[in-house]
């Protein structure tokens, strides 16, 4: 017969690969929470001032949005390196447009007023099929 892994060392082992399950799903939700906030800010910082900076003169909304886009850094710079290596740049980089695109869109309905045209849901359609593809086949994740 072969040796068998002894119990406590069975259960160990158990343990620490559910732990670095865990973690790694840890890492993508970080990352993922952290790119919407990110795109919150982002999107305020090259939006806003549609809504609340009309009077003001073209340097002052370039120098807030500035100010705003310096958060959307901070969180997207720690984001992008917790994620990579759980995704491919590539489906970083289609992670964050996805969210770039939902946040856009309660900002437009909430904060601009607009209304979404049936062209636009469309359109979104086409950018969750592409997503769907780029998540959907076995893709190799870089090593870190």
Known sequence: MGKETPQPLAEAMAISTCCILESRSMFSMSTVVLLIFSNIFMTFAWYGHLKYGHAWPLWKAILVSWAIALMEYCLAVPAN???????????????????????????????LKEKLAWNYLVSFVCLAVAAFFAFAFKSSVPVR
């Open 81 to 111: 390196r917790l994620g990579y290596g759980e995704f491919t740049g590539f489906q970083l980089k289609i992670i964050q447009e996805v969210i770039t695109i939902v946040v856009f869109v309660g900002f437009a309905i909430l904060v």
